[in-house]
């Protein structure tokens, strides 16, 4: 049962009831003078946590997470410094039914129960401070995941459909990244791959101004892990560079600005990634150690919330995202894979894809007794800023050339794209336990045709420990600017996910049980056909059943428990790539009121290969981590310092790596990583 002080923040559909306002600043200004008051103490520090579990992501009206159609991960930003994550990257990994990969250039993705590990575009919609930043282009971008945590406040995941609510690319999951804004903070770090990271928090708000301006800066520089790269696909006695270090060198900055005043809001982003290409675009080991890859993200956006009367408000926005990647001197091969006779006939290709959103929405909300209804438009349209690609070949031999010539870019200046949307859901709260949610998104394209997102979902809250919920969901993909830029059909279809979940949550003051059980239908999978005629199209169907339970744990205040099982099974052939379990462990330990350790452990089981790979199963990974905090005490209170080794068992780690490539795998970590972080925060 949940104690007095809990229950009075109790949350009822998402409404908070009465708080006893100078009984919280009470507890808040307190002392420990007493174990009763370190009890209590203790309760409010989890009732608060609580609190930062509301969400408007699943809904877009406020709830707690436990209580929303599906299921979402929240974690916010005392969890993930005490579980000892470095980088977005790392925490995504720990969510159930979550995989984290990257590609042979080492681009970086996500992909969520074993959906699209095959392929290389986007199918997580990734939101960064509710603003959609995807690229047409690829589905994807290249900036989002590497954001450090000390620019998070929290961090929410969806798994499963997210298209009624949030449209294209929520087909597998919706990722929103919140950043922080926590008054005046400092933190620099350093690790034993000869990387370096500073980051700076600053809120300025005037009193009597009106007015509130947030700055979130952040830098990183890494050399890279040195890792040996294996044989790579070069032929016989061909001239290559492998076995050899990959180009694994990284920078990465990040400029986050946001204003308030009144009922006005403003955001400014700028994102940037720079990176080698690691394992080569055509799996051929880059000569040098440099960075090729730049990744740009930009965006920008203004709006306003009004009150048309009580019970009824409404927020419009005006917003423009622009993604940029530009390779300068991308390595395609030696000189000998194209004819040519010596190195410095290598070939290299040079490449901008530059792509721009500008969308406008419109969104009303009524708040009622028994309904609260939401509705939103939306116009959005994309134009191609500029896309090309130069190459050293001659454009009529293929022979290598002297000059850099232009060659096709995989995207046509002319692919523009528009859309508009309309949204429409209605949250009834039949009772006091009992809400059912319906919804129903279109979506119009200019060169696709309309598509129909729905939604039905029920949540019973039985009682304080038992909620129970049910959901079916479609959700799509509509294809990517590459994708139908590339197209050997006619027409390629928008990919459909439709999923029935069911799920139950046992909650108690120090126990938190998730289930979840759900059966999925994919169907018109995208795929590239690697075969003569060379492009994309839509590839069949296929269904998977999966499970996941997740457990949240308190002993004596001291020990935490987090942790989540994923099982998973594929009719017929299943999906390369997708591992029929994962198993994610986290287990902290207070080791004095101000110090903690923390061991991180995420074990993927073996997974199938592509059909025609003789490589047999890819193996089971397992990474284990191990990470120290300390908050100083007394005066030096505003300080803490954070260490730890990463892949402490020092094993060698690997991505799968397709067919025909390299004759082992992608290794991403080859041994152990020390790493420390000095924090001030005022």
């Known amino acids: ?198 980051s700076l928090l600053r809120d300025f708000a005037p009193d009597g101004e009106g007015y509130r301006i947030g700055l979130n800066l952040a830098a990183s520089q890494s050399d890279g892990e040195d890792i040996d790269s294996g044989r790579d696909r070069t032929v016989g006695t061909m001239r290559g560079f492998a076995p050899g270090p990959i180009n694994n060198p990284q920078d990465f900055f990040s400029a986050i600005v946001d204003f308030e005043a009144g009922d006005w809001h403003a955001l400014l982003q700028l994102q940037q990634g720079r990176r080698g290409d690691y394992f080569g675009s055509n799996n051929l080991l880059p000569p040098d150690e440099q960075t090729v890859i730049t990744d740009s993200l930009l965006s920008a956006m203004i709006g306003q919330d009004f009150a048309v009367r009580d019970g009824l408000i409404g927020k419009w926005s005006l917003s423009a995202v622009e993604n940029d990647t ?133 949540v019973w809250r039985y009682s304080d420990e038992h909620v129970f919920k049910a959901q079916l969901a479609r959700a799509f993909r509509p294809p990517s600017l590459i994708e139908t830029g590339g197209s050997i059909e006619p027409t390629i279809d928008p990919e459909i996910n439709d999923t029935l979940e069911f799920g139950y949550i046992y909650q108690r003051h120090d126990l938190v049980l998730r289930n979840t059980l759900y059966f999925t239908w994919l169907d018109d999978l995208i795929v590239f056909q690697d075969t003569v005629p060379f492009g994309y199209r839509n590839s069949g169907s296929e269904e998977l059943t999966g499970y996941e339970l997740e457990l949240e744990r308190t002993l004596d205040s001291r020990w935490e428990i987090v942790g989540s099982l994923s099982l998973q099974d594929y009719a017929d052939a299943g999906l390369p790539g997708a591992p029929p379990w994962m198993l994610k462990l986290g287990v902290g330990y207070q080791l004095m009121p101000l110090t903690r350790i923390y061991l991180q452990l995420n074990s993927i089981g073996s997974r199938d290969r592509e059909d025609g790979d003789s490589r047999g199963d890819f193996d089971q990974t397992t990474q284990l981590d191990l990470s120290f905090s300390r908050q100083m005490p007394g005066a030096a209170a505003n300080y803490s310092y954070h260490l730890g080794i990463m892949n402490l068992l020092d094993e060698r780690l690997e991505y799968p790596s397709p067919a025909d490539t390299y004759a082992g795998d992608y290794p991403y970590r080859d041994g152990a990583t020390l790493w420390f972080q000095f924090r001030y925060q005022r």
């Open 1 to 198: 049962a949940k104690t007095p002080l809990e229950s009075k923040l109790y949350c009822m559909n998402g409404r908070l009831t009465s708080i006893p306002l100078i009984a919280l600043l009470a507890t808040l200004a307190a002392g420990p003078a007493s174990a009763q008051e370190n009890t209590e103490a203790d309760e409010l520090g989890q009732l608060l946590e609580l609190l930062n579990q509301q969400t408007t992501l699943a809904t877009q009206t406020r709830l707690n997470a436990d209580f929303v159609p599906g299921m979402i991960s929240v974690l916010n930003a005392e969890q993930l410094r005490r579980r000892g994550f470095r980088t977005l990257w790392q925490a995504l990994d720990s969510l159930p039914g979550v995989i984290t990969l990257l590609n042979e250039t080492g681009r970086r993705n996500v992909f969520v129960r074993g959906i699209g590990e095959q392929f290389d575009s986007g199918k997580v919609k990734l939101l960064l401070n509710g603003e959609a930043i995807n690229a047409s282009a690829s589905a994807t971008t290249g900036t989002l995941l590497e954001t450090p945590i000390d620019q998070i406040e929290r961090v929410e995941f969806i798994r499963g459909p997210g298209s009624a609510v949030h449209g294209e690319f929520a087909y597998a999951g919706v990722l929103n990244v919140i950043t922080a804004k926590r008054g005046e903070e400092y933190s620099a770090g350093l690790d034993t791959n000869d990387s370096v990271n500073f």
């Open 326 to 458: 530009e390779k300068d001197g991308l390595f395609l091969g030696v000189a000998e894979v194209f004819g040519g006779f010596s190195g410095d006939d290598d070939i290299t290709a040079n490449s901008r894809l530059k792509e721009r959103r500008v969308e406008g929405k419109l969104s009303l909300r009524h708040d009622g007794p028994e309904h609260k209804l939401f509705a939103e438009l939306s116009i959005a349209d994309v134009s191609v800023q500029q896309s090309e690609t130069t190459i050293n070949l001659d454009p009529i031999t293929n022979l290598p050339a002297t000059t850099q010539n232009e060659f096709p870019a995989p995207v046509d200046t002319s692919q523009d794209r528009s859309s508009s949307s309309l949204v429409l859901q209605d949250e009834y709260r039949i009772d006091d336990t009992l809400t059912l949610t319906s919804g129903l998104r279109w979506d119009d394209y200019e060169d696709i045709g309309h598509h129909l997102s729905p939604r039905i979902a029920l």
